[in-house]
Each structure stands twice: as C-alpha cells, then as structure tokens.
C-alpha cells in the first residue's frame, strides 16, 4: 500500500503545510519508518537533508551516493562555506556573515553596525577580488589572508577608526581556523561541493553535538545549505529531516532558524520533519509546543505504551480526539501472528487517521537497521570491495539462509 502524506492531503485541503512531528520512544520503529520515508521521497526526486545523532542513516546514504559528514579525530567534518558556483547572492553573502559573527562574538555580544557593514564590505571585495584573479582559491584560508593585507590597507585608505572595527581584534579570535591553527580542518575543505545540488546529504552530530565551537558552526552551514536549496531549486521538492539534533540546535541563537523553516519551508515546495523519543521534549519546550507543533499537520506516533502513564499530556499537547487517542494506544496490539513489523499512528490535519503497519523487506531491513553487530556485517563487506547494493543483497541472503 502507499500512502501519499503531502500532495493529496495538500490538495483536498486536509493539511496546509506538509511539515511533519515523530513521535516514538527507543525501540519503537521511528528509524525503519524515517529510513523508509525518506527513500521514497528521494527516489521521486526530492533534494533530502538529515541531520542525525545516531548513525540512522549511513546504510540509505552509502547506497544513494549521497554525501555523509561525521566528525572523527583522524577524519574531522570539513566544509567550504566560501565556496559558490558564481557569485554570491544576498543571502550568502548573509550566512556568511552570520558565520563570521559566530565565531568572532560570544552569545551575548552585540555587533555594532559599523562592525557589521565593515564585514559586508570585506565579503564584496575578497569575492570581488576571487573573480579578477583565478589562481585564488576560495575557503576562510585566503578570506583570512585578504583581510590582513589587502582589506587592512583599503580600511587604512578609509581612515576606519579602531573603535569602528577593531580588524586585529577580529584576526586574533579567528587565528584558530585560519592555516595551522586548532580548528583549520573546519572551513578549509578541499572538496569543492556544491551541496545545493547534492541531493542527499546526511550530517551525524553525535561527536560534536556538544561542543563549544564545533556544533554551532556546523549548525549554521546546515541551515545555510538548506535555507539555499528552498530559494535556488524552484519546482524541486526538498526536505530537512531533523533527528534527537534538534534539541541541540534549538540553542545557542538557532531557534530562530528553527521557527523560520517551519513557518516558510511551505511556500518552497518543501518541508520540515522533527523526530524526537522524549516527552518532555515536547512538553518542556516553547519551540516546539508553539512553532513546531502549531505548523506541522501531520503528526506521526509510534508505540507509546512506555508513555502510558503521561499520555494524556501528549494528548493534549497534539490535540489528539479520543478517537485518535484509542488508535494510538491500539498500536502493535493485534498484529498478525508470526509477521515482524511494528505500527504507525497517522494523523492528517487531525481530520482522518489510521494505523498502518511498516512492513520491510529483507533488503530495506539490511539498509536500515541500527543494530550495530549487524551494520558492522554489512558495512565489512563494502570495506572488502563489495558496491552497496551487492553488500546489501549478500548480507540479505544470509539472513534469509539462517532463518
């Protein structure tokens, strides 16, 4: 059977947005039925972003050739963000300096607007500067260098007070990403991606999530990629998927991009899935009881049987009738004797639901799993040579073969 959650529901006016709220506790099936989610929607042409704290997804990525940024010590995550096909436009010329005042002032540090055009300026000339000498590469490396010497002569010309924008000031912070420092790894990469046109593209957060430095920058250039993807591929329907990641992201000055996309992905041919295994999550946060929740129509649960005792606040908090109450709690109680699948409630617009059942085959269970022992014995075969799909089909047989 295949259910259509977006267009049909969009179309007879069940549901106003497509965004979508998960959720399910540990072990209830949310990673199958996301993994599952997700593959159809790429294989009909959606640009999928996911941001994940649990490695859900490197199976689904390895095997669309999508792109998998992780954070290990012998392989750090590395971006470009200074890279752009052509020139940059208006909002990336913003993004950039969002990333720059990130990393220059802490949380509670106003930036003046002396020092904000001053940095608007700087971003002009050094593009500027890339497109009237090839032999330049763009990355933080040569932004960092163009600031030192040709930016400080142009602010000498200009008689730019200290107090105005205090140049050496804003080098010193930055030395640490700049060539040979700590975190020169972070916005120097190599790869000249253009990830507004990867199609799917997985960042796994769980080293980083909570680090000082890296996550926010790391969680800017994710809504950077995918506030860009929502203007720049017209008619292209594109999705951002948001794991446990979101909490972390609700923080440290992103809340706002949390309410922003969830508010406009809409008007863009797109939407925004969070999936979360925690009540309190829902209940203990302003964002999502009142940002979230409020634009998302469709509302997705998994077995809550170890919410029991709390469920009524759920089912208050969601605005569930007692009807989809009953269904809820109806999940996973009468499945079919000797068939392994789990339940899913579905709510559209709070107007129809029904439970239904994700049913895999071997293959996509081999694809999704998290269990780990069996990930390794997929994931060995492709280090021994095998392509995704022929580890996938092997590591399928055998399981078939051992009953």
């Known amino acids: ?56 997804y490197k199976g689904l990525c390895e095997l669309k050739k999508g792109v998998y940024f992780t954070y290990e010590e012998h392989n750090p995550i590395s971006f470009n963000p200074f890279y752009v096909v052509g020139k940059p436009d208006v909002e990336k010329r913003e993004s950039l300096k969002t990333l720059l005042v990130t990393l220059w002032k802490r949380e509670d540090e106003r930036v003046s607007q002396s020092e904000y055009v001053s940095l608007s300026t700087a971003l002009t000339h050094y593009y500027l500067l890339l497109s009237t000498t090839p032999r330049v590469r763009a990355s933080f490396n040569t932004f960092y260098e163009f600031l030192q010497q040709e930016f400080k002569a142009y ?57 000082p430095i890296l996550f926010p920058v790391v969680t800017l250039i994710i809504m950077d990629t995918f506030l860009a993807k929502m203007r720049q591929l017209k008619g292209v329907r594109k999705m951002i998927l948001i794991e446990e990641a979101w909490k972390a992201i609700a923080k440290a000055g992103m809340a706002e991009y949390i309410k922003y996309l969830f508010k406009t992905v809409r008007k863009f041919f797109g939407e925004a899935i969070v999936v979360t295994q925690e009540v309190d999550d829902i209940i ?36 569930l009738t007692e009807k989809e109450k009953a269904q809820v709690l109806s999940i996973n109680l009468d499945n079919r004797p000797g068939a392994k699948y789990k339940e899913v409630f579905i709510s559209l617009g709070g107007r129809v639901s029904k439970v239904y059942g994700v049913e895999v085959s071997l293959e996509e269970y081999v694809t999704y799993t998290t269990e780990e022992t069996e990930k390794m014995r997929l994931f060995q075969k492709v280090d021994s040579g095998l392509d995704m799909p022929s580890a996938i089909r092997s590591t399928a047989q055998e399981l078939r073969e051992a009953g």
């Open 284 to 319: 203990g946060n302003p964002i999502v009881k009142d940002t979230i929740l409020n634009n998302s129509d469709c509302k997705i649960l998994l077995d809550q049987r170890k919410f029991l005792n709390r469920f009524d606040d759920i089912q208050q908090l969601m605005g």
């Open 1 to 56: 059977m295949h259910v259509d959650l977006s267009d049909a529901p969009m179309k007879t006016g069940l549901i106003t947005n497509r965004n979508k709220f998960v959720l399910g506790p540990s072990g209830s099936g949310k990673s199958f039925f996301t993994n599952g989610l997700v593959r159809q929607y790429h294989e009909q042409g959606t640009h999928v972003l996911l941001v994940d704290t649990g490695n859900s």
């Open 155 to 211: 602010l000498a010309t200009e008689k730019v007070r200290e107090k105005d924008f205090d140049l050496d000031n804003f080098l010193y912070v930055l030395r640490p990403f700049y060539r040979g420092g700590e975190y020169d790894y972070l916005l120097n990469s190599d790869k000249d991606l253009n990830l507004i046109q990867e199609s799917f593209i997985v960042f796994e957060l769980d080293n980083i999530k909570d680090h």
